[in-house]
T-cell receptor, first 114, second 113 residues
């Protein structure tokens, strides 16, 4: 069975500061990993994905994530936070033989202070 | 950019009533999904649908729920007799055949009173 843990339900950073949102996963087979973002009153938007190519994945809006198999992690980073990054971020895992079923983490709400 | 569209965006219904949530997946996608998010909880998988039949379903997706693709564009989730605990945001999603990236709609917020 697969599972995802996101450390920190709320993260607050100053504008211009580094953003680090943590995600650890558990999977019995090599996983596919995803980050989705949900802006207020909107749906889930794909930010980036890892599907077994390069371990460092770049996404939209300057975000990137690194797949570390030894640490079972897929942390999301952005060098410099912008006010528009304030949103809820969800990490998700899909096992390659599980018919595209995504298992989500609990989400991390990112707040950006001016 | 193609997107998954859902209607209604909000619905309030009386307990025991039937509800149908509608979705138009991305046009060339062949896999369709419903997920839900109860307020303050994780996004949870309900069901996946391919080739006009359910391919996977979770424990949540009991006999109260059903899905249908009534025509070439719509994908629906029916909740037969709503309960208070069905109050949640319901997300429709779709993906291409052989692809692992799932694209979500903006959600339908269901409130059961």
């Amino acid at each position: 069975a697969q599972s995802v843990t996101q450390l920190g339900s709320h993260v607050s950073v100053s504008e211009g500061a580094l953003v680090l949102l943590r995600c650890n996963y558990s999977s019995s087979v090599p996983p596919y990993l995803f980050w989705y973002v949900q802006y207020p009153n909107q749906g889930l938007q794909l930010l980036l994905k890892y599907t077994s190519a390069a371990t460092l994945v770049k996404g939209i809006n300057g975000f990137e994530a690194e797949f570390k198999k030894s640490e079972t992690s897929f942390h999301l980073t952005k060098p410099s936070a912008h006010m528009s990054d304030a949103a809820e971020y969800f990490c998700a895992v899909s096992e390659r033989n599980a018919g595209n079923m995504l298992t989500f983490g609990g989400g991390t709400r990112l707040m950006v202070k001016p | 950019e193609p997107e998954v569209t859902q209607t209604p965006s909000h619905q309030v219904t009386q307990m025991g009533q039937e509800v149908i949530l509608r979705c138009v997946p991305i046009s060339n996608h062949l896999y369709f999904y419903w997920y839900r998010q109860i307020l303050g909880q994780k996004v949870e998988f309900l069901v996946s649908f391919y080739n006009n039949e359910i391919s996977e379903k979770s424990e949540i997706f009991d006999d109260q729920f059903s899905v249908e693709r009534p025509d070439g564009s719509n994908f629906t989730l029916k909740i037969r007799s709503t309960k208070l605990e069905d109050s949640a945001m319901y997300f429709c999603a779709s993906s291409e055949a052989g692809a692992y990236t799932i694209y979500f709609g903006e959600g339908s917020w269901l409130t059961v009173v």
